[in-house]
């Protein structure tokens, strides 16, 4: 008896070693990880020597069987322990950030930022680059010459106490594993997986210590998920997760079945927030304005200086009319050595290798932009990577002249390109014509925010997904 009982507690005690080959099968034959094994491919993940190759291996399982929710959030806190975790303790602000799932010319970081920090809340915003054929905050930050993505912890914590606000990318001390994966992902198809995107989207944001967080879900045909149903679960997974970890999250599903506001590329899309940081406020891109508000107002709520998101969007409107958020948003790029002169006349900053005007190839009412393609169209003026650590062309992009529901007619002006040079126009311009579909009828009109989730209303989403 005695006997017995020793061996139980020493098999106990001493787990069976793990083996990444072993991880992969289980995954590939659909069997649920548990959290030590999830935080044995994640420690592998961060490490000097990291196998590549079985990581590569897992993602693609892992794509294809699908994570659980509690395999999920093992990945995000393991992701989020695989690096040193940022105190916003001393900021004495409420913390709060907003991470988008990613989308074509979703510019709202540059005016969020500013807007909350401008009505007394704290945003250590730390973001990612392009990833497949969505856009990415730190390549179009990179385009403001000088500014630095790359801050080390203590001058982001410096930055934040002089602006309010900070945009950096991860560092090799915040969230390691998300930047190998990251990388991975983009390289093998392997990012569409609401269990991956949770896990690489949190790690960041949990990493921060953020008190409160707005997450921009987007759906439609630019999104990574491209059915609606996948999408709720995603914005449910994410906000049950968050919560779990203890910062206070909404999400809200934001509509990406076109391009947001006009321009998608990199320096363009500073170009076009400069419109709104200025006051103008032009037709085509109220889009724009209207989510970078909403969002803020979340933020604003949230982060406790405002009765509701309502009022918050109220404080972010007077802020973004009397000049605040600019001079903020100023002020933030000055702190990371970035050039705020090129802001005078950001137009004539803008000094792409080559441009081509395409003319509508017909007429009628514009009724979908297959907005994935359009980002990909995006991506090949140079704008994006094709390969790994190649860098991006700042000028290059497209700046969409009709939107979703116009009227055009054949030969008016329908978008610019913008390449880096003349070679790396055609192939755009064939996405591009691919991507939009014309009809004689108009289409419905789509909400620009669908659903809304907090953390009940996320919790009772996910026991009904259980349920069926
Ligand atoms: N944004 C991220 O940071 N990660 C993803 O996987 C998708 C969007």
Redesign the pocket.
């Known amino acids: 008896m005695v006997n017995r009982m020793t061996s139980q507690q020493s098999q106990s005690s001493t787990p069976a070693p793990l083996h990444m080959v072993d991880l992969i099968r289980k995954k590939r034959d659909g069997g649920a990880l548990d959290q030590r094994e999830i935080e044995y491919i994640v420690k592998l993940a961060s490490s000097e020597l990291a196998p590549l190759e079985q990581l590569a291996a897992w993602l693609m399982a892992a794509w294809l069987r699908g994570l659980s929710v509690d395999e999920a959030r093992s990945l995000a806190l393991a992701m989020r322990d695989s690096g040193v975790r940022f105190s916003p303790a001393r900021l004495g602000k409420q913390a709060v950030d907003k991470?988008?799932?990613?989308g074509v010319g979703d510019k709202t970081s540059f005016l969020i930022a500013p807007l909350a920090a401008a009505c007394g809340v704290a945003v250590p915003m730390i973001?990612?680059r392009a990833?497949g054929h969505?856009g990415g905050t730190l390549d179009k930050l990179e385009a403001i010459p000088g500014y630095r993505t790359d801050l080390e912890l203590d001058e982001f914590e410096a930055v934040l106490m002089k602006c309010g606000c900070s945009i950096i990318g991860q560092t090799d001390e915040l969230a390691p594993a998300?930047r190998v994966l990251?990388a991975l992902?983009d390289r093998t198809a392997t990012?569409e997986n609401p269990g991956?995107?949770?896990?690489?989207?949190l790690s960041?944001k949990l990493a921060a210590g953020l008190d409160s967080l707005v997450l921009d879900v987007k759906t439609g045909s630019g999104a990574?998920l491209r059915t609606y149903a996948d999408t709720e679960f995603l914005a449910a997974l994410l906000t049950a997760t968050a919560e779990s970890a203890g910062t206070r999250t909404v999400a809200l599903l934001t509509d990406m079945g076109q391009p947001l506001g006009c321009a998608a590329g990199n320096w363009i899309e500073l170009i076009e927030c400069m419109k709104l940081f200025r006051g103008e406020r032009p037709a085509e891109i109220e889009d724009l304005r209207e989510l970078s508000l909403r969002l803020a107002g979340w933020m604003i709520h949230l982060g406790g200086q405002a009765e509701t998101a309502e009022a918050g969007y109220a404080r972010a409107e007077k802020a973004l009319a009397d000049g605040t958020a600019l001079r903020i948003f100023l002020e933030m790029v000055a702190a990371h050595g970035g050039k705020t002169a090129v802001f005078d006349d950001p137009e004539a900053h803008h000094k792409p290798g080559a441009t081509r005007v395409v003319e509508a190839w017909q007429s009628g009412y514009i009724v979908e932009m297959d907005t994935t393609a359009l980002g990909w169209a995006v991506q090949r003026t140079g704008a994006g990577r094709e390969h790994a650590g190649e860098k991006v062309d700042p000028h290059a992009g497209i700046v969409f002249h009709a939107r979703r529901g116009a009227h055009v007619e054949k030969g008016q002006p329908f978008a610019t390109l913008y390449a880096t040079n003349a070679t790396k126009l055609d192939e755009p311009e064939t996405f591009l014509k691919q991507g939009v579909v014309f009809s004689d009828t108009p289409p419905q009109a789509v909400p620009l925010v669908s659903r809304i989730f907090d953390r009940s209303g996320a919790e009772a989403y996910l026991r009904e997904c259980d349920r069926r």
């Open positions: 991470h988008s799932t990613g973001s990612g990833l969505t998300d990251y992902r990012v991956l995107i949770c896990g690489s989207i960041k990574f």
